[in-house]
């Protein structure tokens, strides 16, 4: 099992600024991918971005040059820097963790399906 813990949420003004931080813990030397999700009430949760474990990335068209996905040295932290928020972009984030041996299809690196492991968010509030 992998836990994930999410941090760095919080209320910001429209414009403004976030940087998001999830550290993995557990059987983490399995661990092929991490990445960010976003969810609004009613709403499907989405992918924002992902960073494979040698630092690939991928993002969401919608938050490309936006939005910058790394990680730490360790590689089992991963981090979003968020940049031009507006109060459309309030929502829960969460991280998430693909484990195991067999990595998805490209197409599916921002699909909720292809992560097996969701920390248990962290909200973000813009107001404007």
């Known amino acids: 099992q992998v836990q994930l813990v999410e941090a760095g949420g919080g209320s910001v003004q429209s414009g403004g600024s976030l940087r998001l931080s999830c550290a993995a813990a557990?059987?983490?030397?399995?661990?092929?991918?991490l990445g960010w999700f976003r969810q609004v009430p009613g709403k499907e949760r989405e992918g924002s971005a992902i960073?494979?474990?040698?630092?690939?990335?991928t993002y969401a068209d919608s938050v490309r040059g936006r939005l910058t996905i790394s990680q730490g040295d360790s590689k089992i932290t991963v981090f979003l820097q968020m940049n031009c928020l507006k109060s459309e972009h309030t929502a829960m984030y969460y991280c998430?963790?693909?484990?195991?041996?067999?990595?998805?299809?490209?197409?599916?690196?921002?699909?909720?399906?292809?992560?097996?492991?969701y920390g248990k968010g962290t909200q973000v509030t813009v107001s404007s």
């Open positions: 998430a963790a693909r484990t195991g041996g067999c990595p998805p299809p490209p197409s599916w690196f921002l699909r909720k399906l292809a992560y097996n492991h």
């Open positions: 960073i494979g474990k040698y630092g690939s990335t």
């Open positions: 557990g059987c983490t030397n399995t661990l092929y991918s």
